[in-house]
């Protein structure tokens, strides 16, 4: 087992690099990401599919393979192919931690310029790389892959996908026809400033949105899975759904949560001193009895539960400021900056190197 930050010798294999092929690895331009569970039997394709359609595209580039508590023998495969070629780099979690935790690891491995996430199991076709990395170069953020022809059941796959992707797209504000497909490509500094937990790798274009993030869409392939087993079920709509509640949160009130709190808050209060103010006009000109009515409990619970909501934004607003406040995080991000005095210094930089 791999512990934490360790790096698994080899000797024959190091001594086997040149110099213009570790420069290669040390600072590359692509960054593949591929999460692997259980995968023994499409690790050698993959790594033969995968280094066809990268050399075609020319670029230097580096493979981050994450082992996420694989039962199989997943790992050994992964091992020979790092002795067998210097640019894959393998990352073995203790357990299975989930599909997140290990492209968050791949995201924080990566040093390259791009970074390419797609799945193990062959059913994202490597040959479609080139075609998303293109639409990159037209100025995107994100680049997706939309797969085309899907090889997969329609009623308890497609349909519920469909209605996802809809539902998603309309409460993120991020359209997208795929937000299941692995595949997509990113800019270095989008995919490294996605904080992710939980299950929420499926919404890294909604949850980068907050950037300013330019995202595109492209049609790739769709291949049925050839060996292994599909991770996923209809048992995941459910997961899904509360996800996708955790999401719209965090990109519309993250840093404001008393709009959110308060405005369910001043609603339950409203209605609640309405009705106490009904109820209190019927008893003092009306001499009505209404002790006994329950939409007097109705009214006061209102209003309780609008002072609750009230003070639980209150507390929000204090872990929100706590959260950005001490760590140094910022609540924006920079995409261009026109200063003479950095320029001036990039340039020395830039020259103390040459």
Known sequence: MIEQNQIVPSETKSEAIPETMEMAVSKPYLSIVIPLYNEEGNVEPLYKELTQALEQIGHTYEVIAINDGSRDRTYEKLQEVFEHDARWRVIGFRRNFGQTAAMTAGFDAARGDVVVTIDADLQNNPLDIPK???????GYDIVSGWRQNRKENYIKRRIPSMVANGLISRLTGVELHDYGCTLKVYRSEVAKNTELYGELHRFIPALASWMGVKVAEVPVGDRARTYGQSKYGMGRIFRVIL???TVTFLLKYATKPMHFFGTIGFI??????????????ERIFLSQPIGDRPIMMLGILLIILAVQMVSVGLIAEVVMRNYYNPQGKPTYMVRHQLDVVEEKKLIAKQQREA
Do not use: R
């Open 132 to 138: 998303l990395l293109e639409k990159l170069d037209e």
């Open 243 to 245: 996800d996708l509640i």
């Open 268 to 281: 339950m209060g409203s209605v609640g001193s309405a009705i106490l103010g009904g109820l209190a006009f």
